[in-house]
């Protein structure tokens, strides 16, 4: 396959120690935990991933499961994105309500009600299905024959995951299937594969990225030999987005982490701490050992899905300390977290600490609402999508 010239091993360029700097204001309102995002952190990691998007000629539709508010859904469409990226249906009706028009339900919609609700809103937006199998084409096509409505599809292909989507010979079978329903309109293919390479977690973003569109190009062609008109090949998370769209051929990258950043994302050497517009403030509530502290995040407050020790990133704890880089914030409960630090730390009771989690989109999606600051006096704004799992 062709690639372009972005060849360095993330793909992403990290900002200067001048473009931006994690400054933290006092907030004595807001009680914690809280997170707290710099809106000037945010608008440089947007442009940055649409300027580079844009130069290698692939289009942009950026997953919003990272921030679930259709205030910074806007940001990435004035910024040069094509749409978005949903998971559930109930996202995708936040975000029309306010005035989002072109959304991807990259997920499979298989439950009758849920269908319906996703033509109610092609009265008002372009909605995009995906599918990956043929038992979910079917349920589709019924829904959308009794309201007598067109459903645009992508076929989910499964690129090493082993998570959802159809392999081996059940592409062809199921995208065959597809085309014969009269109510359903195949237009592309999609993946979703994070940072697998020879189906193993790796930290070669790269040849991650490259692999994965390599596998993606290969399974259009063969699906156009079969008759099939595949216009869209949509690849890419944040790690791998920018190195798949290095190779010529797809046509669209969905990344979501990139708008706000997180340790994985620091760890993987895709970017610097400076370019995380995303912390969670706590409090000290409790120094009981010289080379223990307690504060009141737990995991309530911090998600567990990214376990410390795990590949390819081997993180220590669940977060970084901004204020203290060693410490390890090494132990969840529901309302405690316990950060061992080396002894002779000037934290006392009281004191509030700035974390950056390990992922941010799960851990956001434990608040109802965040405090902004960066453009302007700091200000709440709510989750609108939080929780919405239907």
Not at 62 to 91: C, N, R, W
Not at 122 to 141: F, K, P, Y
Request: proline fraction near 4%; charge should be negative; include cysteine.
């Amino acid at each position: 396959m062709e690639h372009s010239d972005l060849t360095q091993s993330s793909g992403i360029q990290t900002c200067d120690s001048t473009d931006a700097i994690n400054t933290f204001p006092v907030l004595t309102e807001a009680e914690t935990p809280f997170v707290l995002i710099d809106d000037r952190i945010v608008d440089l990691n947007l442009k940055r991933m649409a300027e580079q998007a844009n130069k290698l000629g692939v289009k942009l539709r950026p997953h919003i499961k990272t921030h679930k508010m259709p205030y910074f859904a806007q940001k990435q469409l004035d910024m040069g994105a094509v749409g978005i990226t949903v998971a559930k249906v109930s996202e995708a009706e936040v975000m029309v309500e306010q005035g989002i028009t072109d959304i991807f339900i990259a997920y499979p919609i298989v439950t009758p009600s849920k269908i319906r609700r996703a033509a109610a809103l092609q009265e008002r937006a372009r909605i995009i299905i995906g599918v990956d199998s043929e038992a979910g084409a079917n349920i589709l096509n019924q829904i959308a024959e009794e309201l007598q409505v067109r459903f645009e599809v992508r076929l989910e292909i499964d690129t090493g995951l082993r998570r959802a989507g159809v392999s081996g010979d059940a592409i062809v079978r199921t995208a065959d299937r597809i085309a014969s329903y009269p109510h359903l309109d195949l237009t592309g293919i999609f993946t979703f594969r994070g940072a697998i390479l020879a189906g193993q977690a790796t930290t070669d973003l790269y040849a991650a990225g490259v692999e994965e569109s390599e596998l993606m190009l290969a399974t259009a062609e063969t699906l156009r030999q079969a008759g099939h008109d595949i216009k869209e090949i949509s690849v890419g998370s944040s790690p791998t987005g920018l190195t798949a769209g290095t190779v010529a051929g797809v046509s669209e990258i969905r990344p979501g982490t990139y708008i706000f950043n997180d340790r994985m994302q620091v760890m993987f050497d895709l970017v610097d701490w400076r370019d995380c517009a995303a912390v969670i403030v706590v409090t000290v509530v409790s120094c009981p050992y010289d080379d223990q502290i307690v504060i009141d995040g737990g995991s309530k407050a911090f998600a567990t899905d990214v376990q410390p020790n795990g590949a390819p990133l081997f993180m220590k704890g669940f977060g970084h300390i901004v204020e203290y880089p060693d410490a390890v914030l090494e132990r969840l409960s529901e309302e405690h977290g316990v950060i061992r630090i080396q002894p002779g730390h000037s934290l006392q009771v009281g004191d509030r600490l700035h974390i950056i989690p390990n992922h941010i989109c799960s851990s956001l999606n434990l608040y109802n609402n965040v405090w902004i600051h960066g453009t302007e006096s700091p200000y709440q704004m709510k989750i609108a999508a939080r929780g919405h799992n239907w």
